[in-house]
């Protein structure tokens, strides 16, 4: 089994910070890419940020220069930094992996977390 467990959401005030955490968990081998997507009320799932097992990052446009992914690879760990928060920030971000299981050889399946919410408004 493989969880992806994400904490940090929360409420925030326009141009504030908040940071945001997806840890993977259980029967892994290895990683591939890493990401973030976020959805908001009334609207479709959208990728914010991605990050290869290299460290290759890739933004929307929206959130380019406000928002920084990273990972810790040694803690199978997931990051997104965000400042200067707007209100059209405000959706459920959920985390997304790309997981090659022991024992599944060299197949990647894609697994989501359960999503965290976050809310920019004063």
């Known amino acids: 089994q493989v969880q992806l467990v994400e904490s940090g959401g929360g409420l925030v005030q326009p141009g504030g910070s908040l940071g945001l955490s997806c840890a993977a968990s259980?029967?892994?081998?290895?990683?591939?890419?890493m990401a973030w997507y976020r959805q908001a009320p009334g609207k479709q799932r959208e990728l914010v940020a991605v990050?290869?097992?290299?460290?290759?990052?890739n933004y929307t446009d929206s959130v380019k220069g406000r928002f920084t992914i990273s990972r810790d690879n040694s803690k199978n760990t997931v990051y997104l930094q965000m400042i200067s928060l707007k209100p059209e920030d405000t959706a459920v971000y959920y985390c997304?992996?790309?997981?090659?299981?022991?024992?599944?050889?060299?197949?990647?399946?894609?697994?989501w977390g359960q999503g965290t919410q976050v809310t920019v408004s004063s």
């Open positions: 997304n992996a790309d997981i090659i299981r022991t024992g599944w050889g060299r197949r990647a399946n894609n697994f």
């Open positions: 990050i290869t097992s290299g460290g290759t990052t």
């Open positions: 259980g029967s892994i081998f290895s990683i591939n890419a």
